[in-house]
């Protein structure tokens, strides 16, 4: 018998194999930043061994220990420096003011100051979009007054009527000598890389997608999305928020699904921010090295409202999740009422555990979710944590008219966020997102009043009942919750 013959084969595949998994089980402990995600990789790693491995290294490896780019737009060490202490310097100002909203939410403030470096910004007007019947007709009349430039980025850009009616508004202005900058989502826009973008760049339009898609296997790339939607015209006006460019948006057609949305139009200081984050996204996208020209920030006129403004932005590229740390804050310093819309609902232990201690505080807190989703299995996840919510008094909605898609927060009608993230792991840990606070009563009592509207349409979760759903539903809900960390 010859030693090769003597060999078990099958032995060392299998001390092979263990090593592997073994190494994996190394990697993920390492590399995953929450224990639930841990906890889950490594369930699926061990029980799943080969499934468990693929869906790993495909969407779960931690950008936030390497980071995707570096979101540092100046080299110089010596202006940074003085630019922080500017922003400092703004931001220390503004919490000067005697709004009640400002004092009361001044930490929040600071985190963001601390964390984003982002400014509290004052002399900003503010309008709240409704829907894309609002926001659609607005984003248009403010393209067409476009005069030196035109920055958007979107995750969905789609080939349709309103995509198509944005595409001819961007070419003309680029005709007229006006510099289009357009950075588009290469998944979720990935119906448009084919048909509207060559268009755009024949006409002089830049256009680049974010974070560009070779393989579609190659599913870590699918992972990390450019979540954000932004338009920055002219360095003084910005909208951002919930809603795409998407025909589904607009509700003129009862036959189709109602589509429930909230977005945002900043004219001020408020939309230096966004300028930023785009600028960092462009660099990266582009391969350039833009720099924040005196164009991109013009001096603001006067405003109306005065209205204070701070951005929270976070992603893959950020040190800590900035915006479930700025709504975990929000929480905190709430005193009497919460009011949360989300279309996506998994906040893990962190944002759970705040929302219990401020219900146990006396804070009423209601939360409207879609009754009608485009997810079943989010929606199952979602479901597994109402029980612990209904027990401590927090009121639940869930929309019956449609499907219900925006992302607001209203505290004490004091203070309000409108953005793109939602409440889940997705958006606090995988996306690249950003939401707008507002430190503004009169703006928060608006967004109060619409969320009382929207609860008219919406059935409340009687907890006794709920309590007493059937055992396989609890059981379905607890298993997708399970896996909840990696949708």
Known sequence: MTLLEEIDWLLIGELIYGLIVAATCVRIIY?????????AYLLLTVFLPVVGMILYFSVGLNYRTRSLY??????????LKKLYAQITRVTRNNLETDHQAVQQYRELAYLLLNDNISPLTANNDIKVLRNGEETFPEILKALQ?????????YYIFEDDTIGNAIKDVLIEKARQGVQVRFIYDDFGSRSIRRTLVPELRAAGVEAYPFYRIIFIALANRLNYRNHRKIIVIDGSTAFTGGINISDRYQNPNSNKLYWRDTHLRIDGPGTYYLQYIFLCDWNFCAGQS???????????EASQTNALVQIASSGPD???PSILFSLLQAINLARNEILITT???????????????????GVKIKLLVPGISDSWLVNT?????YEDLLRVGVEIYRYQKGFVHAKTLVADGLLSSIGTANMDFRSFELNFEVNAFLYDAQVSEYLRNIFYEDIQDAERLDPSQWLQRPAWKKMLEKVARMISPLL
């Open 343 to 361: 279309p996506y609902f998994i906040p893990g232990d962190s944002l759970l555990d705040a929302l219990i201690v401020a219900a146990l505080s």
């Open 318 to 320: 950020s040190v800590q």
């Open 31 to 39: 590399d995953t930043r929450t224990s639930t995600k841990t906890l």
């Open 290 to 300: 833009l720099m924040p020209e005196p164009e991109f920030f013009c001096e603001p």
């Open 70 to 79: 570096s979101k540092k737009l100046f080299d110089d060490d010596q202006l």
């Open 145 to 153: 007054a476009a005069r030196h430039h035109i920055h958007i980025e």
């Open 381 to 385: 996840a979602a479901q597994s944590y």
